[in-house]
């Protein structure tokens, strides 16, 4: 009776499986608020694989009969484990996406990835991980400093704010080291190391870079759990058999808590095909191995990169506040190339009463030390002028430029009292005054008393964002930046908005 009833459900399974349609071909890429974020590849996608594709079959993700997969060809190679798992169908839903609608997206990726790959690979290595590990920012940011994720995320290897200051990095308003390529891969790579030593699995590592070490280990107790109860029930049943059904029976289980090993790169497939680990985390890994299936053969997927000369540059040090339009000029150069060597700087300027590192062309660095050296500290930065409303505070006013009451007082002598004169001119200490979502992005969401009392609008039914946005007499652009708004946002009546001053 137990075996018909056990072949009844059997025969159910496979007719539910037989209605579970095929995975499509790609899905919608998340999408980019302008200015600040840009478009990741897809951070999750539907789980939605034919019901006899297992992910937990390794078999399916060895070589075909002649070896080596079509798309693996000998002659390109690897330093993660790519020919094992090529085949696997996440992995292929990965490519076909690659090579589908993210293709153009794929292609400027790989062109800014080609910029920073020699110093990626020349950390991790030397930090003992193997260099294309380094794919990681590309799924992860592609390869963007200014990126800037919902959990406010940043920079190229998206360290959330707790977890940079642990491994080293300035987090504060004026410098946010996430956001600079070299000291954040430097630290990504020390935390790689971490993972890798403490889970035994490069791709266990990567996992945990997603989900959190604290997430994967108890995942991975539940996994051996499980496999120990699967174990016990094994060995009951065999009981009740014959002594040669016995034997093969313990064998069969022998076997199969040898493979379930949970410091090999295979068990975080078998990992991914449970309920324990998030969809984006089981997406991870066969991301991580489409993406550097396609970065090493680009044009085999139809994409062309771009040339682009390295991530090459002299440095010099300089004390105090230092305008990076005033490095500039030195190195004649543009502001927005010295922007784009130091985009660890938020107000455009090196933070006061400290030594900081800046990055000028290359060639340009012995210049730029000998003629900063003669410039006059008045000339280093320049200041911006705020002219006293009625009945506004200093406390406000610091509020309003991010910054410490101590700094605008020390800028101005005359500016002892929290009430001042109205029409009093102050000399505000810094260049720029760095964007509301960078800002977010360093102290959270509820950044400062300033930004609690920042007007708000409450939409209403049939309102548009461009309609709000010419209603207070601000740009569309800062209207999204500042509630983080994607393009294709839809408005709902009832949601608050944060309007820019």
């Not at 000399?427 to 930004?451: C, D, E, K, W, Y």
């Amino acid at each position: 009776m137990k075996r018909l009833i056990l072949w009844t459900n059997l025969l159910a399974l496979a007719a539910c499986a037989r209605a579970i349609p095929p995975a499509p071909n790609g899905i919608a890429p998340v999408s980019a608020i302008p200015g600040v974020r840009v478009p990741y590849l897809e951070r999750a996608a539907p789980r939605e694989i034919a019901a006899d594709s297992s992910v937990n079959d390794l078999a399916d993700a060895q070589p075909d009969a002649a070896g080596v997969p079509e798309f693996l060809p000998e002659d390109v190679r690897w330093d993660i484990d790519v020919r094992s798992f090529a085949s696997h169908p996440r992995v292929q839903y990965y490519l076909n996406y690659f090579q589908g609608i993210s293709r153009t997206g794929l292609s400027v990726f790989l062109a800014r990835g080609a910029r920073y790959e020699p110093m990626i690979r020349r950390q991790f290595e030397a930090e003992g991980l193997p260099g294309d590990l380094g794919y990681l920012a590309l799924i992860e940011s592609g390869y963007s400093n200014e990126a800037v994720s919902r959990s406010h995320a940043v920079g190229m290897w998206q360290f959330m704010k707790g977890t940079a200051r642990g491994y080293g990095m300035r987090v504060d308003t004026w410098v946010d080291e996430r956001r600079d390529p070299v000291k954040a891969t430097e630290a990504a790579a020390r935390y790689l190391h971490h993972l890798r030593d403490r889970f035994g699995s490069l791709y266990l590592a990567a996992a945990a870079y997603n989900a959190g070490a604290g997430k994967l280990s108890r995942s991975l107790g539940k996994l051996q759990w499980e496999a120990s109860a699967d174990s016990s029930d094994g060995e009951a049943e065999a009981l009740e058999e014959d002594d040669s059904d016995a034997e093969a029976e313990a064998d069969d289980v022998e076997s199969t808590l040898d493979s379930t090993d949970v410091t090999s790169d295979a068990a975080f497939f078998r990992l991914a095909s449970t309920d324990l680990l998030t969809t984006e985390t089981q997406d991870y890994v066969p991301k991580l191995i489409a993406a550097a299936v396609v970065a090493k053969q680009p044009e085999r997927y139809g994409i062309a990169p771009s040339e682009v000369p390295p991530f090459a540059y002299d440095s010099v040090v300089v004390n105090g506040v230092t305008g990076l339009d005033v490095i500039a000029r030195l190195a004649e150069a543009s502001p927005e190339e010295i922007g784009d060597l130091n985009p660890q700087y938020l107000r455009f300027a090196t933070p006061p009463h400290t030594h900081s590192v800046v990055r000028v062309p290359l060639g340009t660095g012995e210049n730029v030390a000998e003629a900063y050296e003669k410039l006059p500290a008045s000339k280093r930065v320049h200041f911006l002028t705020h002219v006293v409303r009625p009945g506004e505070r200093l406390s406000a006013i610091a509020a309003r430029y991010h910054l410490p009451a101590a700094e605008i007082r020390g800028a101005n002598p005359r500016a002892r009292t929290s009430r001042m004169k109205s029409g009093t001119r102050l000399v505000i200490p810094t260049v720029a005054v760095p964007s509301a979502l960078a800002m977010r992005a360093v102290n959270g969401p509820a950044f400062s008393r300033h930004q609690a009392r920042m007007a708000t609008h409450r939409v209403r039914s049939g309102e548009t964002l461009i309609g709000i946005a010419r209603r207070y007499r601000v740009s569309l652009r800062a209207l999204r930046q500042i509630n983080a708004l994607p393009v294709e946002y839809t408005l709902r009546a009832g949601k608050r908005l944060r309007i820019p001053s």
